[in-house]
């Protein structure tokens, strides 16, 4: 039998989400299903048809790729300093 789930405690969850946890940690966390969780991320969908869910993985892939544009800008001024500046392209 299902189990019902106070509003207080999904919004919680789904907040989690939001943020970036994982639904299987929210699952055990919580002790929830993860088949919960998916269908109320499916319900909160906006008009767009992006899930909490699908929000939750891109800002996680954004901060990913923040940090790898990070590495990769100090490791360019890195090389720069080492090679005596910032090199100029002919005709600048």
């Given at each position: 039998m299902a189990k019902h789930v106070d509003s207080v405690l999904k919004d919680q969850i789904l907040k989690e989400m939001k943020e970036g946890a994982k639904v299987s940690e929210l699952s055990s966390r919580h002790g929830v299903s993860p088949n919960a969780i998916y269908g109320w991320t499916k319900?909160?969908?906006?008009?767009?048809?992006?899930?909490?869910?699908?929000?939750?993985?891109?800002?996680?892939?954004?901060?990913?790729?923040?940090?790898?544009?990070?590495?990769?800008?100090?490791?360019?001024?890195?090389a720069e300093k080492n090679a005596g500046g910032p090199r100029r392209h002919a005709g600048r």
């Open positions: 319900a909160e969908a906006d008009n767009s048809g992006t899930s909490p869910l699908e929000v939750a993985r891109l800002r996680r892939e954004n901060h990913d790729l923040r940090l790898i544009v990070g590495a990769l800008t100090l490791e360019k001024g890195r």
